[in-house]
């Protein structure tokens, strides 16, 4: 197995450091968070998760074999209680799922359905970082927060042991393509993309 994956996380080790430590991240933890901040960001995600499933089913039908198949059919079957997980979450919190979500969640979503056209290679590192990112990002949450978070389903969904694996096997996807310029910056747009997300929901 090569090393590509690792490469790409270390080549952006300061803009990953600024995820974990984003304030969303740390007041999610510490329970600080304004309840509309935490809404805001659902009704956002919500947005983005129901044009990722779109984007997971384009690179399904890409998969150069049958072991990347198998491991996006996984990430699709994934999003049925995830999805699930936003609708009850907004309806305990009064929410409107079709609200007009904002340009940057539109751009971000746009831009991961047009890596498909740029091909396998990017198209799976793009992947990889996207999940990588919510997995460390959850993951430092649930390390830092206590049991009485009102967050505990979306902690579990992407810092499960299931969900590690998953972005197990998508590094392992990555690591079979000899690292590319391309990879690199559909790797670097997906950071900038993250960053900006939780600017945009927190600020
Ligand atoms: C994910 C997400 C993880 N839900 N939202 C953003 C802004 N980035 C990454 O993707 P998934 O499909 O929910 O695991």
């Known amino acids: 197995m090569g090393e590509t994956a690792q490469e790409l996380v270390n080549g952006q080790s300061s803009a990953w450091q600024r995820i974990l430590a984003h ?12 309840r509309e901040t935490f809404d ?31 491991v996006l059919a996984n990430g699709i079957a994934a999003l049925v209680p995830e999805l699930a997980l936003f609708e009850k979450a907004a309806a ?13 969640n539109v751009g971000y979503s746009a831009y991961l359905l047009s890596t498909v056209r740029e091909g396998w290679p990017v198209a799976i590192t793009v992947l990889y970082a996207v999940e990588k990112a919510y997995y460390d990002a959850w993951a430092s949450v649930r390390d ?13 969904n992407w810092s499960s042991p299931e969900f590690a694996a998953y972005v197990d096997q998508l590094a392992a996807l990555v690591d079979r393509e000899p690292l590319t ?18 600017d945009l929901v927190h600020g």
């Open 40 to 70: 805001r960001w659902l009704t956002e995600d919500y947005f983005f998760v129901r044009s990722f499933q779109v984007y997971l089913r384009e690179l399904r039908a890409i998969a150069p074999d049958d072991e990347a198949h198998a």
């Open 92 to 104: 305990e919190r009064g929410l409107d799922l079709a609200v007009e979500p904002s340009l940057l």
């Open 144 to 156: 830092r927060t206590g049991p009485e978070t009102p967050y505990a389903g979306f902690i579990a």
């Open 23 to 34: 304030p969303f991240v740390l007041r999610t933890s510490d329970g600080s968070l304004p």
């Open 181 to 198: 310029p391309a990879m690199e910056l559909g790797f670097d747009r997906v950071v900038r993309f993250e960053l900006a997300f939780w």
